[in-house]
């Protein structure tokens, strides 16, 4: 079956900085590319970042870009959010998904989340 | 980066058919994926590719695109289908899953 699990949100002062894991198992975590996407209190879903199955190719969206780094460790089957400079802006679910690759791609599985609040 | 629309809210009666769409440029290249989303739960899958339903979800999801839309389609709606439905595409360089639709509303009446 296959799982992720977020961990590492919480309540962080505007400027702080934050890091999100995602626990990944029941499927060969090194084959698969993985997304960040966040959801803002009463909102829709916002994708954040995208990196690649080796973690060779890495993307973000504008609101974040200079200020979170994606990441992962293959052999710990884990996928990291190193946040840094956050705004209240930032205060959402994050989620940890697993994309299919393919033409159009999609998402196949999500973590169930993990809030983080930006606020002093 | 490109946008994805979507009506903000629908209904339909019970039983019912309810069509649900998505409009953007990368539609004309991409095939949108369909995820359903119920309060305090997180986003599930419900249509991906040409018109293709992950295990689990019922035959009355399906799924079409033509030009710049895209449209998810529940024939007979049940009282459980009442959630959020989100579309998300590749986003016009095709780099990466990047663009998500607003969300829609479904109301089951």
């Keep these: 079956e296959v799982q992720l699990v977020e961990s590492g949100g919480g309540l962080v002062q505007p400027g702080g900085s934050l890091r999100l894991s995602c626990a990944a198992s029941g499927f060969t975590f090194s084959s698969y590319e993985m997304n960040?996407?966040?959801q803002a209190p009463g909102k829709g879903l916002e994708w954040v970042s995208y990196i690649s199955s080796s973690g060779s190719t890495i993307y973000y969206a504008d609101s974040v870009k200079g200020r979170f780094t994606i990441s992962r460790d293959n052999a710990k089957n884990s996928?990291?959010?190193q946040m840094n400079s956050l705004r209240a802006e930032d205060t959402a679910v994050y989620y940890?998904?697993?994309?299919q690759r393919g033409y159009s791609g999609y998402i196949d599985y999500w973590g169930q989340g993990t809030l983080v609040t930006v606020s002093s | 980066s490109s946008e994805?629309?979507?009506d903000p809210a629908v209904s339909v009666a019970l039983?019912?058919?309810?069509?649900?769409?998505?409009?953007g440029d990368?539609?004309?290249?991409?095939?949108a994926s369909w995820y359903q989303q119920k309060p305090g739960q997180a986003p599930v899958l419900v249509i991906y590719g040409k018109n293709n339903r992950p295990s689990g979800i019922p035959d009355r999801f399906s799924g079409s695109s033509s030009g710049n839309t895209a449209s998810l389609t529940i024939t007979g709606a049940q009282a459980e289908d009442e959630a959020d439905?989100?579309?998300n595409s590749r986003d016009s360089s095709g780099n990466h899953l990047g663009v998500f639709g607003g969300?829609?509303?479904l109301t089951v009446l």
């Design chain 1, 36 to 38: 960040w996407v966040r």
């Design chain 1, 79 to 81: 996928l990291y959010l």
């Design chain 1, 96 to 99: 940890c998904a697993r994309e």
């Design chain 2, 4 to 6: 994805l629309t979507q």
């Design chain 2, 15 to 23: 039983g019912q058919t309810v069509r649900i769409t998505c409009q």
């Design chain 2, 26 to 31: 990368s539609l004309r290249s991409y095939y």
């Design chain 2, 85 to 87: 439905y989100y579309c």
């Design chain 2, 103 to 105: 969300g829609t509303k």
